[in-house]
């Protein structure tokens, strides 16, 4: 089992980090909550759904970092990151590109045409026509994991969830929108919450690290009795 930290806005993935992990700098010690849900009510863009009524209804505690789309904007303010600085790092990143010919970074396989109009439709988008995108992507539940084999109707919603992405290291992304003309995790999250209720939760589950590899983290919220010396549990049931 591969265990992984996934950081989401408004239940939306921004980013997946996988067999070790660190806790994003915008949450804090405070924020941590332990929770206790059924299986199917888990957020289903990072848990994979049961296939059973019984496994279903299996209890499953999740450990996580979790603060309101508006708490979170304040912090990335604080430190320095807004709508302004998100406009700026697109800008950077466009401009690289839109002087690229043929298909920038898009692959040609299987289908040259498609890249090329991917490439046209990068060129040509504003912010805005990204931001648009995004919320469609957030809304109908369209990521980098689940359009499977479909390729989404429209042509930005499709780059920000597909698989072509920029390689150099000024703009490979940090994040899980790969398309998206924002290399940073913290623009990113400026741009999901531009498209997200103030009152959605963000958060960091750790829940595996906790479970399965020993973490600590949150050793000091959970309530551990040990019974007595000879103490004797008894199910009321049984006098009944």
């Known amino acids: 089992m591969t265990c992984s930290s996934d950081i989401t806005i408004g239940g939306y993935p921004l980013q997946t980090m996988r067999r070790s992990y660190t806790v994003w700098e915008r949450f804090k010690p405070e924020d941590r909550i332990i929770r206790s849900c059924r299986k199917d009510q888990r957020n289903p ?42 406009e700026q790092e697109y800008l950077k990143h466009h401009q690289a590109h839109c002087g690229e010919s043929g298909n920038m970074f898009f692959s040609t396989y299987p289908d040259s045409e498609a890249a090329f ?60 929108l ?27 589950e750790v829940s595996m690290f906790v479970e399965y590899q020993g973490d600590s983290s949150f050793d000091d919220m959970r309530l551990r009795k040990k019974p007595r010396q000879n103490e004797v549990i008894f199910d009321d049931q049984e006098d009944i």
């Open 117 to 176: 109009a991917r490439a046209e439709a990068f060129q040509a988008a504003t912010l805005d026509d990204w931001l648009e995108a995004l919320a469609k992507a957030a809304k109908d539940g369209v990521t980098y994991v689940t359009r499977g084999v479909t390729t989404p109707s429209d042509i930005l919603v499709d780059i920000i969830t597909g698989r072509d992405y920029a390689t150099s290291d000024e703009f490979w992304p940090r994040h899980n």
């Open 45 to 86: 863009h990072i848990h994979d759904m049961p296939w059973t009524r019984i496994a279903a209804e299996r209890l499953e505690l999740e450990f996580v970092y979790s603060v309101t789309a508006d708490e979170l904007r304040r912090r990335l303010g604080r430190a320095g990151f807004t709508r302004t600085t998100l």
């Open 178 to 204: 790969l398309g998206f003309p924002c290399a940073s995790l913290d623009n990113m999250a400026v741009a999901l919450l531009e498209v997200t209720n103030g009152d959605a939760l963000c958060e960091q």
